[in-house]
């Protein structure tokens, strides 16, 4: 389902390109004087109503020097005042003098005339010129052409046939644009003037893909747990006896519905496992562990979890269902029914979009690097206003669909999770740090902001919060090898949190490296605390890469994408790299290209920890 949902999105991105193509091609087109574009304003309308002398006589049709079988027409008419033949032979014509039966050749000086006839503008003849193979802008004629030009405001550029002096067409430069802007909107890109062409065809059949998928992946998005509500649909699935335990205790065996996922079902028992995504497969979090007999792995499984991992029999509890006699094992955090209650002490925006937010709880925390916190969103409204969002940031949120007041409604309480970034062993009373990067709606659409980033960013200090945890498993390995860390975006947190622990609780002499990616300058997050570690540990290395500094003159550091910063700088060249222990943490775009770009350097997945659900 996964690659459904990727080939659904890049498939919706590209046609998505071209139905804003057809909207701007036949918007602009609709707006260009069609008189002027077809030439009519610079062609005369109609003849001088001279006409054919019945009683003269004419050289005889069947004298003239033509093969009968190639003959389609043969036509008595005018032609610049005198009488003519015009023979039309299939591919090629012919025009011959009716007096004399003698063939016309239609040079230079003649085609400049045709055209004079035909023309009524404010312009003169300025050159002729002659293409034996036609021309792209008579595409229908293959034949020998004259184009005549004429010097006036549209440069009018008349046609003539080179075989029987036909006039073929008035172009001019209003045609020719509109000419540009059909072969994009009708995607005619090999000029051949048709509408029914093979690119329409796929695009056609690619929009019909798009609405049978995302039917699909709506269906998809639903599960049995979501009809729970529904009289009798908690009895419906056949129950059978599993195994349930955290690491290092007793299982208990549990009574679950066959039916659901163990995501859904071991929520039936009040044991909650941790998501973002409500089961859907899209944030890796709700990880179990089979003791025996792990089911196979699915692709949403292989997404989010190591080949090491996979291998030791951890999966997505949102991707299984319960069979009997399973043996499960999962967080610690998944029974913890009781939530436990903080108050924030301050909030503040880093950047346009991220916030940092101080909380102390009432009890002090045990946690390690890496850990987070799973908090609970209550019903709640929120406003532009209750966000203080500071005036220096306002040219940007200026441009987002924000509505006026949002939130959520009593009865869709849910929960969502957010990494520590402070290092362990704080001070008290303890104060842990969050990176919580605002969500706004896509741009165009109806969509409401992120709800869990909408409640904590609009927290106030004082303001008490509910929360589970801490728990996770995006930890630092205890071994002497180098450790790169590579983060972006709110992914700082629990980099932040591992690099201080080294450097300052423990004390750590090995090399650590760490990249960091953002857009521009006012992004990076925490540039001063970093700065202060590299002067103070010869051992650390901290780098940033920013993505859209192109104007920033002043910026002397690394530009562009953040893994293809460290490899040319770092990775290409590392000649331990297999050695090096990775951290990952960012964006999912971000994510998924440095685990690209590490396993093409044959990096093993065990050597790789990464994280991003806190974004």
Request: aromatic share 10%.
């Amino acid at each position: 389902m996964i690659f459904f949902r990727k080939l659904h999105k890049w498939l919706t991105l590209i046609i998505g390109i071209q139905l804003i193509i057809w909207l701007l091609t036949g918007t602009i087109i609709s707006f260009i004087d069609q008189d002027k574009v077809s030439g009519n304003v610079t062609r005369v309308a109609s003849s001088d109503g001279s006409s054919l002398s019945i009683s003269e006589s004419y050289f005889p049709v069947s004298r003239l020097p033509l093969r009968e079988s190639s003959i389609r027409t043969v036509t008595l008419e005018l032609f610049l005042g005198h009488p003519v033949y015009r023979v039309d032979q299939g591919d090629t014509g012919a025009l011959f003098d009716a007096r004399s039966g003698k063939r016309l050749t239609i040079n230079s000086a003649l085609a400049e005339e045709i055209a004079t006839k035909s023309y009524r503008g404010n312009g003169h003849v300025s050159s002729s010129e002659r293409f034996d193979s036609g021309s792209n802008e008579v595409r229908a004629v293959k034949a020998p052409v004259w184009r005549v030009n004429f010097k006036d405001s549209l440069a009018t550029r008349v046609y003539v046939a080179a075989e029987d002096g036909q006039l073929l067409a008035h172009r001019n430069n209003r045609w020719k644009v509109v000419d540009f802007l059909l072969m994009l909107h009708f995607m005619d890109y090999v000029r051949a003037d048709s509408f029914n062409n093979l690119q329409i065809i796929i695009v056609g059949f690619g929009t019909f893909w798009i609405a049978l998928s995302g039917l699909l992946l709506v269906f998809y998005s639903f599960s049995r747990s979501n009809f729970l509500w529904l009289p009798g649909m908690k009895s419906r699935g056949r129950m059978v006896n599993s195994t349930v335990g955290a690491e290092g205790q007793l299982g208990q065996v549990l009574k679950l519905d066959s039916l659901l996922s163990y995501y859904a079902s071991l929520s039936q028992c009040d044991i909650k496992l941790s998501s973002n995504c409500d089961g859907s497969g899209s944030c890796g979090l709700c990880k179990v562990r089979y003791e025996r007999n792990a089911p196979a792995h699915t692709a949403a499984d292989r997404e989010w979890i190591g080949v090491e991992e996979l291998a030791n029999g951890l999966r997505l509890g949102c991707q299984h269902k319960p069979r009997s006699n399973d043996a499960v094992t999962v967080p610690d955090i998944a029974f913890q029914q009781s939530v436990l209650w903080a108050e924030v002490v301050s909030s503040r925006w880093l950047t346009p979009l991220l916030k940092e937010i101080r909380i102390r709880p009432d009890v002090s925390l045990q946690f390690v690097s890496g850990d987070y916190l799973e908090f609970q969103i209550p019903q709640y409204q929120m406003s532009l206003t209750r966000l203080a969002v500071p005036e220096s940031f306002a040219e940007v949120w200026d441009k987002l669909s924000i509505p006026d007041s949002w939130g959520q409604t009593k009865g869709s309480e849910t929960s969502r999770t957010y990494s520590i970034a402070v290092a362990p062993n704080q001070s008290e009373p303890q104060e842990l740090a969050f990176n919580v990067r605002f969500a706004p709606p896509p741009a165009g659409t109806q969509f409401l902001p992120g709800v869990g980033s909408s409640f904590l960013c609009g927290s106030q200090e004082g303001e008490r919060l509910a929360f589970r945890g801490p728990a996770g498993d995006f930890r630092l390995v205890d071994s002497d090898r180098e450790k790169i860390l590579i983060g972006g975006g709110a992914g700082m947190a629990p980099l932040k949190s591992m690099v201080v622990h080294l450097l300052r609780n423990r004390g750590w002499q090995g090399k650590v490296r760490f990249w960091y990616g953002a857009r521009n300058q006012p992004e990076i997050l925490y540039r001063e605390t970093f700065e202060t570690l590299a002067k103070e540990h010869e051992n650390f290395e901290w780098q940033v890469a920013l993505s859209e500094a192109t104007d920033d003159l002043q910026w002397q550091g690394h530009r562009g994408l953040i893994h293809r910063a460290i490899f040319e700088e770092v990775l290409k060249d590392h000649s331990m790299i297999k050695e090096c222990e990775f951290y990952v943490c960012g964006p999912p775009s971000m994510l998924a290209a440095t685990r690209r770009m590490l396993r093409d350097l044959g990096v093993s997945d065990a050597s790789v920890r990464f994280d991003d659900f806190g974004n």
